[in-house]
């Protein structure tokens, strides 16, 4: 089975800031990755399927890049309605799996 | 609009079973894959279950093989759970997901629903 890590497990950046958050693939996985975003009381959200594609109404501030088995979410200048958790998730083979999340905080 | 409700969540004793259920609407519920996804307490999600839009291609995550089936009625437009032998370590808030293509590759979840909480506890 494949197993997905994340870093940060947390972080608080600034309004404004660029935040960059990881994603590592037990093996190799081509771009077979999406994005979550989570927020408190709510339904998770796609924002990046397929490695690097902006799903529909997402902000451009939100991007995703990577290959193989390192990957990225890229928000390019953080807003406070930003505030969540993220999930990576990999979809080469099943079992399907998460990443255990980053939190992300405004300082 | 696309949206999916789910239903279905109790307190259960350990080694009963329960029915979690989805009703879909907005969309051709019979052309998309279908998605199980649980977050525990603390925790963060956790893939459970997928179904094809013809039923035909199941796939269950190792916590729950050979305990959970996941199934649907597309003339209903709902997708279940039906869970047994449930376990302490199953209480979640269960979430069901649509899948943008027919869920045979690809897999990704373009819509959730907002959950149901199942407690397992004595």
């Known amino acids: 089975d494949i197993q997905m890590t994340q870093s940060p497990s947390s972080l608080s950046a600034s309004v404004g800031d660029r935040v960059i958050i990881t994603c590592q693939a037990s093996?190799?996985?081509?771009?077979?990755v999406n994005w979550y975003q989570h927020k408190s009381g709510e339904a998770p959200k796609l924002l990046i399927y397929?490695?690097?594609k902006l799903e529909v109404g997402v902000p451009s501030r939100f991007s995703g890049r990577g290959s193989g088995t390192e990957f990225a979410l890229i928000i390019s200048s953080l807003q406070p309605e930003d505030i969540a958790t993220y999930y990576c998730?990999?979809?080469?083979?099943?079992?399907?799996?998460f990443g255990p999340g980053t939190k992300l905080e405004i300082k | 609009q696309v949206q999916l409700e789910e239903s279905g969540g109790a307190v259960v004793q350990p080694g009963r079973s329960l029915t979690l259920s989805c009703a879909a609407s907005?969309?051709?519920?019979?052309?998309?894959?279908m998605h199980w996804v649980r977050q525990a307490p603390g925790k963060g999600l956790e893939w459970v279950a997928l179904?094809?839009?013809?039923?035909?291609?199941?796939h269950y995550g190792d916590p729950v093989k050979g305990r959970f089936t996941i199934s649907r009625d597309n003339s209903k437009k709902t997708l279940y759970l039906e869970m047994n032998s449930l376990r302490v370590e199953d209480t979640a808030v269960y979430y069901c997901?649509?899948?943008?293509?027919?869920?045979?590759?690809?897999?990704?979840?373009?819509?959730w629903g907002h959950g149901t909480t199942v407690s397992v506890s004595s």
């Open positions: 397929d490695g690097s």
């Open positions: 093996q190799g996985i081509h771009n077979y």
């Open positions: 907005g969309f051709t519920f019979s052309s998309h894959g």
């Open positions: 998730q990999h979809y080469y083979s099943v079992p399907l799996s």
């Open positions: 997901a649509k899948d943008p293509s027919s869920g045979y590759y690809r897999y990704s979840m373009d819509v």
């Open positions: 179904i094809s839009n013809d039923a035909e291609n199941i």
